[in-house]
Structure formats: C-alpha cells, structure tokens
C-alpha cells in the first residue's frame, strides 16, 4: 500500500503547526479556563453591523462580487483611510478586499518573490509570516527587537541584515506580539532605510486602530513611501469582526493588479455578505471602533501594572491587546513556562518562542479579555509564580548543603 504521505510537498511538511492553536486547542479541552492566549476581540461585532448582514440575505445578496470586491465598498475603505489616516489610494485601481487581512498578507508575498529571494521581519513577530514567505520560495531573515528597546527595531539593526537579495520588509506596528508601536520619527527612519536600499515594505497596520499613546501614522503617508508600500488590513481587531474573515490591500496599480490576478484564481471574492456588514462598519461603526479602543487601554494599565506588582517584568505596549511580560525570573523556558501555567493554574498564554528566537523568555498574554478575567488571571499567575520561586529555593538550597 503505498504511503499518501509521500504526496506532499516538501515546502508544506517543512512548516511548523501553529504554536498560538497548540495552546488553545490545549485550554479549549480543560474546565475553568482563563484563555489569555487568542489574539481575539472579547466584543461581539456591533448590532447595526450584524443586522446589515442579514439584511444583504434577506435582499437576496448571495451572488459573486466583482474579484477586487464591491466598489461602493473600496470607495468607503478609501474615505476611511483618508479622513482616519491621510491616505489618498484609487477604489478602482489600487484597492482590494480580501479574504482577512491574512490573505492580502499571502497574496502581497506571492505577487512579489521570486524563488531565493529575502525578506526581513523584525522579530518577534506573528507566525504567519516566515510560513508565507517559505511557501513563495523566498527567504526570511529575522531582525530582532529587544526588551531595552522596547521591543522597536532601529535602523541600524535592520540595515544590518541587507543583502543584495533582500526584496521587502514586513513591518507590523503596532505589533503582534509584543504590542510595540513605531513613532512618526522612528518609521520615518525605516523609510529612509527602503529607499536607500529600493525595498518594498509590506505594511501590516491590522492594529492600526488600536493605538494609545499618539496618533496613529500609516507608513504609506510617509514621503515617498506610497509608492513602495503593500498597505494590508483589515475589519478583525479594530471591529471585533474576526469571524467575518475580511480584509484589504491597497498598494500602487501594478502591485494591486499583480496580486489581483492571484486572488481571481484562488479565491474569486471575498463573501458578499460579510462586504455588506463592512460596508456598514465603516460607515457607522467607528463610534464603537473608539469605544472598544478605549476599554482597551483601561484593560491594558490594569493588567500590565498588574503583572509588575507581582513580579514580571513588562514594557507598556502602545498598541493592539497584548502584554508581553518576561518569565525568565522563573527559570523555566517559555514553553514550559506556559504549559505549567496552564495545566497547575488553568491560565492559557502564548509561549514568546513561537514569534521567533528572540521572543523566548517572554510570553505573550492577550489583555481582551473581561477586567473580571484579568484580574484572576493576575491571581493565578501570582500563585504560580510563589510556587515556582518557592520550588527553586528548596534546591538552591540542598544544592548549598550538598556541596
């Protein structure tokens, strides 16, 4: 008999299962649970939004959209853009809704590389992207972002990396994991890096709205840059709107035509119905938009001032709903700092290892979850903590005896 195994493509049994489901699929099994692990909205999507969905099937909306999606939509992504964000893009050229944010992600590397060729991520970062660029034949080459920077790449560092084959830069502020959000004059650095250096940045501004320290800058908005920048986003974090799966891209008209022409063979479209419900959000939505991104950054003081007080280390995240304390007081590596927790305090985190190397002794906790949750959560850390401090004590000190 012989083995399917054998079927698959070497790219694909390469890849690494997800180490963010490894964990979830773990809590999702165990009784009494606080899930701190999914990158995940606690709010369900706005009344006004659901209900414009129904209302598209109601009316009968079940048929195909054009491949790049309904214009009345790209027409409303662009105003919002404009009036949230001074950017200035063409709904019928240079715009594209998509299946979530991940699939502009897929298509953007899948239009522009060619097989060998290198792109930069700083890490730690979200674990698609090394995945994604493997599968188009390139190459990734990791920048790291250190604590005592607060976790923001400099330029210097990622120049470092340049070599003659580097094709673009993913750059994702703020940032999944660590929450870290680029200043106006910090990406105005990277810029300078891109042009120099003629690289193309994909710019994942998916948490673009959830930004609590200063106003928010789209890297395409920076001089020169729109003509060099894949701008991918989309409706899961900033409107609770994960489930929906869409999102957009918005790039020059050649990128955009590029990526285009893989999207009509892969995909076809994105739903109709879930366009409708988008085309809603925008329109009326961005009141609660504000409202959830101020629950946020209440939830975000609470929960990292919390874990300070019980002895983590934790850099103020300026953006999205992760912290991403240090662990390395415990001793134990982040995946068995994560396991531990789970299984004695029924706390699920995120293993910092699995958003690259330089994200191990570290663990990402999403704070979207109830200030009720965080508040146990922030108890039964504590308690973990006492009893693996207590733990290395008693061998310290038969250690000391002994010798």
């Not at 699939?103 to 060619?114: G, M, V």
């Not at 097989?115 to 994604?132: A, D, K, M, N």
């Not at 108890?379 to 207590?390: G, V």
Request: charged fraction near 20%; proline fraction near 4%.
């Amino acid at each position: 008999m012989s083995e399917p195994s054998r079927y698959i493509s070497g790219n694909v049994s390469q890849l690494k299962p997800s180490g963010i489901r490894k964990f979830f699929d773990l809590a999702a099994n165990m009784e009494g649970v606080i899930s701190l692990g999914v990158g995940e909205p606690d709010f369900i999507t706005s009344w006004n939004v659901r209900e414009a969905c129904i209302q598209s099937l109601e009316q009968g909306y079940t048929a195909y959209t054009a491949n790049a999606g309904m214009l009345e939509l790209r027409k409303e992504i662009c105003s919002y853009l404009n009036s949230r964000f001074a950017l200035n893009y063409d709904a019928s050229s240079e715009v594209m809704v998509t299946v979530g944010a991940s699939q502009a992600l897929d298509l953007s590397l899948r239009a522009i590389l060619n097989p060998g060729e290198e792109v930069l991520l700083i890490e730690p970062c979200f674990v698609s992207y090394e995945p994604l660029i493997r599968l188009c034949g390139g190459i990734p080459v990791s920048v790291s972002a250190r604590e005592e920077n607060s976790f923001k790449p400099t330029a210097a560092d990622i120049e470092k990396k340049i070599t003659q084959k580097t094709k673009a830069l993913i750059l994702c502020s703020p940032n999944n994991p660590t929450g870290a959000q680029l200043t106006k004059k910090e990406l105005q650095e990277v810029s300078l890096l891109a042009e120099k250096h003629d690289l193309l940045v994909i710019a994942d501004e998916i948490y673009a709205e959830l930004s609590y320290e200063e106003a928010y800058t789209s890297f395409s908005s920076l001089p020169g840059m729109r003509e060099r920048t894949i701008l991918v986003s989309g409706f899961s974090k900033g409107f609770a709107m994960t489930g929906w799966r869409l999102g957009y891209a918005c790039a020059p008209a050649p990128l955009l035509a590029a990526m285009l022409k893989i999207h009509q063979y892969s995909m076809m479209c994105a739903p109709t119905m879930a366009q409708h419900a988008a085309l809603e959000a925008l329109t009326n939505g961005l009141a609660d938009v504000d409202s959830m991104k101020r629950s946020y950054r209440q939830r975000r003081n609470l929960f990292v001032e919390g874990l300070r007080e019980i002895g983590f280390s934790c850099h103020l995240p300026g953006g999205a709903f992760y912290a991403f304390p240090s662990i390395k007081n415990t001793g134990l590596s982040s995946d068995e700092y994560a396991e531990s927790l789970l299984l004695e305090e029924k706390v699920a985190v995120v293993p910092g290892s699995v958003f690259g190397s330089c994200g191990e002794g570290f663990v990402r906790c999403s704070y979207a979850s109830s200030v009720e949750q965080l508040q146990e959560a922030l108890k039964r850390m504590e308690r973990h903590l006492k009893k693996l401090q207590a733990s290395s004590n008693i061998v310290s000190e038969r250690m000391r005896k002994e010798a």
